[in-house]
């Protein structure tokens, strides 16, 4: 069965250029319910914790840098189906092979900055809501 949580970051380059409130109005249309929502800054230590899984890969350092370089969104959401239903709303990692319409389409700069974060399986979306929320601090 699947899950009804998945979790999302909006990234330091669409809050920076504005489009926070269009992309959680986006999120909240196709059907999620926020059920956490944070405004922080990540330290580098920090970002390079979340993105640990992709230490080897060659543009780890560079996401790890952009990824702390300002305030994010950091938010858990509930829909059924949600992890995969969410990866549809935001579109292909890369902006320019995303779907119209898909909120990575509409708001992202380049393939490192890409909008938004969307977990990429139920055990993902639970280790990575973990990272910023204990459960006392979800709609339950
Ligand atoms: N990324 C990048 N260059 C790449 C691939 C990914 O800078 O060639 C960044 C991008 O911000 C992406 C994140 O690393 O969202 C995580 O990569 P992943 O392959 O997990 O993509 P996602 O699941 O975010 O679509
Ligand atoms: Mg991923």
């Known amino acids: 069965m699947s899950g009804n949580r998945t979790f999302t970051m909006v990234k330091p380059d669409a809050v920076a250029n504005g489009h926070m409130g269009n992309i959680i109005a986006d999120i909240t249309a196709a059907g999620f319910k926020v059920v956490g929502m944070k405004y922080l800054q990540l330290s580098a230590e920090q970002a390079g914790q979340f993105y640990a899984v992709h230490k080897e890969r060659p543009f780890y350092g560079e996401l790890v840098s952009y990824m702390s370089s300002g305030p994010i969104v950091a938010a858990v959401l509930e829909k059924a189906n949600a992890v995969s239903d969410f990866r549809t709303l935001i579109g292909a990692t890369d902006p320019s092979k995303a779907e119209p319409g898909t909120i990575r ?14 977990s990429d399986s139920d055990e993902n979306a639970g280790i990575e809501a973990s990272f910023f929320f204990s459960n006392l601090e979800l709609v339950l």
């Not at 389409?105 to 969307?118: D, E, L, T």
């Open 105 to 118: 389409a509409k708001y992202a700069q380049s393939i490192a900055a890409n909008a938004v974060h969307g």
